[in-house]
């Protein structure tokens, strides 16, 4: 059976050319339709007689019109062979789950997180001349996708790289910024220290951080100096309007991380704690 299984496929994408409706394959509960099974249709060709018997159990028409068909009903094992074929060409259209496929920079969940890590091809929203943008990763919890619909965005030539949403949890953004209009030339082995301190620095980015306003000192509910996985100084936040904040500095540009929800869903079980996740993971990894 499995050796005829591309002999069998092709009788069901033959099957359904002619008929020009959707076949069921009942014993496997998928569905699919004559575009989707053309789109997949293989090279291998069928035996004529068995062919003219799919006609015959599918074509419409009266019994006068199919005169000139062979009258053969296929053996039951053509039979379940051909079962076989139409639930795999329908398999082929079934969508599955973005996580599950390997969505490109996001890890298969473990205990419901994943890890994002930037694919190294993604062009982002950036303009003419910024070259390519260090990987980055966070972590990811179930329920949160990214998003896109942003390009342009972005205070003083600063940009949104990327941005994730969940409906529950809240948002996330990634900003990634030149640092020159703070420091120039940038020395060599730049840190987000050679900037400032974290009142400067928060101040510094404050409208890529609350969409255009100030960063006042009075806004600031914590901060703290975090050292990463590398040594690499990160300067962490709390501020008003349930906002959490990760910065740091690779190069000529700052990295940050922002995580924001809604009153609501900062009421609700678990949101808090994984905004606290995400910005307490994100790590830029050269």
Known sequence: LLLRLPTYISMASSMTTCSFASVRARSSGFTFTTASARQHTPTWKARPSSCRAVQRVTCGGNQSERRGVVEEGPTRREALGLAAATAFLAALERPQNAAALGAPGLSPPVDGISVYTRPAQKSGNHGIGWGAID????????????????????????????????????????????????????????????????????????????????????????????????????????????????ATVLGDRAYLITCKATAAQWRKAGVKEDLYKIRDSFNVLK
């Open 135 to 246: 990987p980055f990763s966070f972590s990811v919890p179930a329920g949160w996708d990214e998003v896109g619909g942003f390009a342009g965005e972005g205070y003083g030539g600063q940009e949104v790289d990327l941005r994730f949403e969940s409906k529950s949890g809240g948002r996330l953004e990634v900003v990634i910024a030149p640092i020159r209009r703070f420091i120039d030339p940038v020395p060599d082995n730049c840190t987000i220290k050679d900037i400032g301190s974290p009142m400067k620095v928060i101040k510094a980015f404050g409208p890529e951080i609350t969409g255009g306003q100030p960063v006042d000192e009075e806004d600031i509910l914590d901060s703290s100096i975090v050292t990463g996985p590398k040594g690499r100084p990160y300067y962490s936040y709390d501020l008003k309007g349930r906002v959490l904040v990760s």
